[in-house]
């Protein structure tokens, strides 16, 4: 089984870009996106058949918002955690298939300043809480754009950055805490090398020709999963964003 996932800052323009043609071509069973910016009735994906659709779209127009497509039967679909302080941004969707859950999420960015923070930290517990209360039932498999580099090795510039948003200690530190938790890191537990990043920032010129990047981009998993877990791709080459996909197979 093949699922991709791809922070796509804005499907409708992310589509002329490079997004349909990789939806196409790509043959995922399974594709979980990010940073949507739109409500369903503002895109037509009629011309993509096979896939079902599940929309979580946030509440102020062209913000946020997640969405998955899966050509494989699921049982339950679930928007948001239930809880209203998070889910007016549409930034969680978990769908159930018969071996495990599916979760896909786009973390709040903690903002200059760090002046959201503290809502950052509040998400994460939210989030790991969620993800533990799944896998009581079946084991969890988890994407999207965590909006932090963990560790030093996952940006280019850690030292300029630290302390920044993204690479804040409080924010790694609760990263730390979903790994403590029994999740793993999926892309780590194949690839340790340096240089691997998912997001380059527009703001610096030819940043992504550069390689200066972080990866904030990720995949997890229930430790009990881990013999199930085949590959982990990130799709550097893939344009159509200032992210690019992660692709995961699981067999």
Excluded at 54 to 83: C, D, E, H, M
Excluded at 88 to 94: A, C, D, H, V
Excluded at 229 to 241: E, F, H
């Amino acid at each position: 089984m093949k699922l991709t996932s791809w922070n796509v800052n804005g499907i409708r323009a992310s589509l002329n870009k490079g997004l349909r043609e990789y939806m196409l071509e790509g043959d995922a069973d399974v594709i979980c996106l990010q940073e949507t910016k739109a409500q369903q009735e503002q895109v037509d994906l009629g011309w993509f058949s096979g896939y079902s659709a599940v929309w979580n779209s946030a509440v102020k127009k062209g913000y946020s918002g997640t969405l998955i497509l899966s050509r494989v039967p699921f049982k339950t679909k679930t928007l948001g955690f239930g809880i209203d302080e998070h889910d007016r941004e549409g930034r969680l969707i978990t769908v159930e298939f018969p071996d495990f859950f599916l979760v896909n999420v786009y973390t709040p960015n903690s903002q200059a300043e760090l002046a959201r923070l503290s809502y950052r930290l509040s998400w994460d517990d939210a989030y790991r809480a969620h993800l533990k209360k799944l896998e009581k039932t079946k084991p969890v498999i988890a994407c999207g754009d965590l909006n932090c580099a963990h560790q030093e090795i996952d940006l280019a510039n850690p030292k300029s950055n630290r302390m920044n948003p993204g690479f804040s200690d409080d924010e790694r530190a609760s990263f730390t805490k979903h790994l403590d938790a029994g999740f793993l890191d999926v892309f780590r537990q194949f690839d340790p090398n340096p240089g691997r990043y998912t997001w380059w920032t527009q703001r610096t010129p030819d940043a992504r020709a550069k390689n200066i990047g972080w990866r904030l981009d990720y995949w997890l998993a229930s430790e009990k999963l881990k013999p199930a877990l085949k590959s982990c791709t990130i799709r550097a080459d893939v344009m159509g964003s200032d992210h690019c996909p992660v692709e995961l197979v699981v067999g």
